[in-house]
């Protein structure tokens, strides 16, 4: 404790010093572009703009106003209707930012009202320049420069002044912060600022359509069947078969179920998004965890599933999981074990519909001809895979066949029936696995036995 | 952990509490003083009845490791909670922000007598809540001194706190200390064991210290005892390992790993406490900000360039870049590069009403904004 801070306060003075006379020129702050104008500082000086309007500050009052009564009530009851109340304000509060008019009921939503006292806002102290008491709460740590910094870029970022000179244009191109700003906002390009909890990324996800439709319509060229047991809203599990070596079936899964379902394919592309559970080995490897996650993969675990559901999303599990990708050509559709049920325990306690899914043509994509396990340990991957081509051609062994696929949608499987304390129930889970198994079974014995060629179909 | 703000003696200048003005309002501006005279007695008959619904009227605050971080700005809030009459400020050198209730201790932890110190200090001071923050925030080189002061310092304090019956004890943990492991469920709820590898000592000494949390509270049933384990705390004007990993130029990542990070306003953070000290809340609870954002996208967010480093090569690498005193942190928190550790804060908010005013990405960018006047030194900030 002692011996870091003195360190540091010894390393940090000469800088504290050096920062006085680049403060000292306040014009340098204001030639300098709008500070990447993010949403939020727009917004931030949209609110310095408001509260000159004396319209506005009046409405602002009222808030205020409306929000000491809150306060008030709140503390006079008890902690129950406190959270009540919260939950109002909050709600409150999210349309007010939606529409960005007056983003003043921040207060309420910290559940102590005296929170905000405790650090500096930024904004605050914009707001406070003009004051003849400067409010910058010195709590935590002077802010000095700050009150003749932030106001000016706050200015920028509404009206963004044209440099002055050719030397302070110059300046600001020499300045490593400047592209470092523009490196930020560019490189955000092909992705969201905002993704869900499991990492769906709505705009990478966009990014990678015309691929995966790609693949699903010219290079896979998916065939769909019964779409229609898929119910358009509301908690389901898609149960699927798992093979070909690379889980490329999640992926086609998922787009089958956005392309198909709504106004019945033709491209429109407004179904349900899928969330399917992966194996953990992908989060172990390197670049296939984060693109994987990116596209709306999950890990599977008992949690996440929970979790899923808990919001009404369409999952799909591989019941048989690192099995069932890494299973011999010789093995090919003929369905491994169902783990312990776990999928099963999961949909009884939640009340979940199964709808099992038969997917034929990824067992050719990579035939597998034998697996070489003794390497696994190192590489981090379960088994390493020898297929016609693998290791012959290097990674590009690894590019699928372009085989004919087929998904079939069975009949959805209503467990609602037995209620959720037959979780616990083993035989009962072990049965239901098994007829789930058997329906998939089924339904790919007929799918296969009906095609001519592993190309055509 | 430690911020030395400011040199001047112990106790500040008297007009800091009239500047600060009535802070609950973020825009202080000159048109809305009047109101605020107004609203002053409203607030303070609404405190008025609370306190004669039957809490104590004074109660007495003890905080250890109160020139941290999060104790300078505890302090600081409870100086102005008319409900607390007493401060206490345990620590090596005084909180800047102490005002006339606070009572300012110095106890070195990593002395064999503060135990006894405590103890005489805690009964002394009649201690109704105990806040114990004296953890070190980022990890350090100095492990034997970061050992007796986490580890060993939180053993000295809560046989101080059974010895002096302090009614509640209050301790920060985080959630690092989970673990980043790829078979990480993607929300941590607070059942999971704190599978972080304690061959690093940042990581051991805090696990030894929940453990001792965990004897206490069994040792002393009586006692209420709050663990609140926040998420990396960031914001713009905390200082630790996170914000200075963020504020590199140059930010090294592992080569096509992008897992999914969470953080947590300081403001958020402060709140939590404040909230655990208001109101009895025994248990642990994951103190984190909603939203996650993959960790490609929070260095793009914060303006910097990420670096990709081959994990086998990394490793290396980063010990010798911590043993040359060049990286923020050991090569063990590399793993949080790689794989997932975020908490699971559902219980905070529905037990104890804690509500995050900062999703993780305005954490991210109000850390950014301020970093930003800091990179063209245009913030003048005193060390940290």
């Known amino acids: 404790m002692t011996t870091r801070s003195k360190k540091t306060t010894a390393s940090a003075k000469p800088r504290a010093r050096a920062s006085k006379p680049a403060a000292s020129k306040p014009k340098v702050a204001e030639a300098a572009p709008a500070p990447a104008a993010t949403k939020r500082e727009a917004k931030r000086a949209r609110r310095a703009d408001l509260a000159a309007e004396p319209a506005v500050v009046a409405q602002i009052r009222e808030l205020e106003a409306q929000l000491d009564r809150l306060i008030d009530e709140a503390s006079r009851h008890d902690l129950s209707s406190l959270d009540a109340e919260d939950d109002e304000t909050s709600h409150e509060e999210a349309e007010f930012d939606a529409e960005a008019t007056l983003p003043v009921a921040q207060v309420p939503h910290r559940a102590t009202p005296v929170a905000p006292k405790a650090a500096v806002q930024p904004e605050a102290v914009a707001a406070a320049a003009p004051a003849p008491a ?219 519909p199964i709808v099992p899914v038969a997917v034929m043509g990824a067992e050719e994509t990579n035939p597998l001809l034998f697996k070489i396990e003794h390497l696994s340990k190192a590489l981090g991957v379960p088994y390493v895979p020898v297929t016609p081509t693998f290791p012959l051609l290097g990674p590009l062994g690894l590019l699928p066949a372009p085989t004919k696929w087929r998904i079939q949608f069975g009949e959805p499987l209503d467990l609602s029936a037995h209620g959720p304390e037959a979780a616990d129930d083993e035989i009962l889970v072990g049965k239901l696995a098994e007829r789930v198994r058997a329906a998939i079974q089924g339904m790919l014995d007929r799918v296969v036995g009906s095609r001519k060629s592993v190309f055509f179909g | 952990m430690v911020l030395p703000k400011r040199k001047s003696a112990f106790p500040p200048p008297p007009d800091r509490r009239t500047t600060d003005g009535d802070g609950a309002s973020p825009r202080g501006s000159a048109a809305e003083l009047p109101q605020e005279a107004s609203r002053e007695p409203s607030r303070d008959l609404a405190r008025g009845s609370r306190d004669a619904l039957g809490k104590a009227p004074g109660r007495v605050v003890t905080v250890t490791g109160a020139a941290s971080f999060l104790g300078t700005n505890l302090v600081g809030l409870l100086e102005e909670d008319p409900r607390v009459s007493r401060i206490v400020a345990i620590d090596i050198k005084p909180p800047q922000t102490a005002q006339r209730k606070t009572r300012y201790y110095e106890v070195d932890f990593t002395q064999p007598t503060a135990e006894a110190r405590l103890s005489e200090i805690f009964a002394a001071e009649r201690t109704d809540t105990l806040v114990h923050l004296a953890f070190l925030a980022s990890p350090s080189h100095g492990i034997a001194v970061a050992h007796e002061l986490e580890s060993v310092g939180t053993r000295h304090v809560l046989v101080a706190a059974r010895h002096a019956h302090v009614r509640k004890v209050v301790m920060w943990s985080q959630t690092v200390l989970y673990g980043a492991t790829p078979s990480n469920p993607n929300f941590l709820t607070e059942k999971h064991p704190l599978l972080a590898p304690t061959s690093e000592p940042f990581y051991a000494d805090k696990i030894e210290a929940e453990a001792e949390m965990a004897r206490f509270a069994q040792k002393a049933p009586g006692a209420i005892v709050t663990v609140l384990r926040t998420a990396p705390i960031l914001g713009p004007t905390i200082h630790n ?48 900000a909603d939203g996650v954002l993959p960790l ?68 991210v960018l109000d850390f950014t904004s301020a970093q930003r006047l800091r990179d063209v030194k245009l913030l003048q900030e005193t060390p940290a």
């Open chain 1, 134 to 352: 400067p409010a910058s709460a010195s709590m935590i740590g002077s802010f000095g420069d700050t009150q003749v910094s932030l106001p000016s870029a706050h200015g920028s970022a509404a009206v963004p002044p044209a440099p002055e000179s050719v030397f302070d244009t110059a300046r600001e191109l020499l300045s490593s912060d400047f592209y470092l700003r523009k490196w930020g906002r560019l490189a955000m390009r092909g992705r969201s600022e905002e993704v869900d909890d499991f990492g769906f990324d709505p705009i990478y996800d966009a990014k990678l359509k015309p691929m995966l439709d790609f693949l699903y319509t010219k290079y896979f060229r998916v065939e769909t069947y019964g779409i229609g047991s898929v119910p358009t809203s509301g908690r389901c599990v898609l149960v699927a078969n798992h093979s070909g070596t690379l889980p490329l079936d999640g992926v086609m899964l998922k787009t089958a179920v956005k392309r198909e379902q709504g106004d019945g394919g033709a491209g429109g592309a407004n179904g349900r998004d899928v969330r399917w559970l992966t194996e953990d080995f992908i989060y172990h490897m390197p670049f296939l965890g984060g693109a994987m996650n990116r596209l709306g993969a999950v890990r599977a675990c008992q949690e996440n599933a929970e979790r899923l559901l808990a919001k009404e999303s369409l999952v799909a599990v591989f019941p048989e999981g690192v099995k069932g990708i890494g299973k011999l050509f010789s093995d090919r559709y003929r369905l491994q074990r169902f783990g312990r049920g776990g999928f099963i325990k999961l949909c009884l306690r939640t009340g979940t």
């Open chain 2, 241 to 288: 390992y996170v914000t200075r990993y963020l504020s590199r130029k140059l930010v090294p990542t592992m080569m096509g790993f992008d897992p999914l990070v969470q953080f947590v306003h300081e403001i958020d953070a402060i709140a939590a406490f404040k909230l655990a000290i208001d109101r009895d809340h025994a248990g642990v609870f994951n103190i984190v």
């Open chain 2, 296 to 363: 490609s996208t929070v260095i793009k967010l914060a303006g910097r360039f990420a670096v990709p480093v081959p994990h086998p090569l990394a490793q290396t690498f980063g010990a010798a870049m911590w043993l040359a005193h060049m990286s923020e942190a050991p090569p063990s928190f590399m793993t949080h590069l790689r794989f997932l550790c975020v908490a699971d804060g559902e219980k905070a908010k529905e037990r104890m009403g804690f509500r995050p005013a900062y999703t993780t990405r305005e954490a």
